[in-house]
């Protein structure tokens, strides 16, 4: 299994957009990189959903819920996507500051590359979302 953390704005889809729809396609990414890391989801892995804009905020939890699969709203082909499945909002918002103090986020691209919309956590900053958002 496998950790990531998710960003997206919350005035475009937000947490509780996929609190109420409890499945959704995860779309929209077109950067290379952040494609890469859609590539190597698999289902079961866990997700830390992270808002962007004001909040700048892990705000909720998701597992994957399909391995990669074609986009099918892109017609050129090179375009992946999962779904995930809703899990719980957190108890305690870990903002973007809380997450820069924690030495084990020092070399983490949520930090060092702030515009890669997917990024992958090690266990031990996995360890760190857990502990600091404690879902109810």
Do not use: C
Not at 41 to 66: N, P, Q
């Amino acid at each position: 299994m496998a950790w990531w953390i998710l960003k997206t704005e919350p005035s475009t889809y937000s947490f509780d957009n996929l609190l109420a729809e409890k499945t959704a396609r995860w779309d929209g990414i077109t950067n290379p990189v952040a494609l890469r890391n859609i590539r190597a989801m698999r289902k079961g892995d866990e997700v830390a959903i992270y808002h962007t804009g004001d909040e700048k905020a892990v705000v909720g939890l998701a597992t994957v819920a399909s391995e990669p699969y074609p986009d099918p709203n892109d017609a050129s082909g090179k375009l992946v996507v999962v779904d995930l499945k809703a899990g719980k909002k957190v108890a305690r918002p870990l903002t973007l500051a809380a997450i820069r103090a924690e030495p084990e986020f020092a070399e983490s691209p949520l930090v060092r590359q702030p515009r890669l919309s997917v990024v992958p956590a090690s266990a031990a900053q996995w360890k760190v979302i857990a502990s600091r958002t404690a879902v109810p």
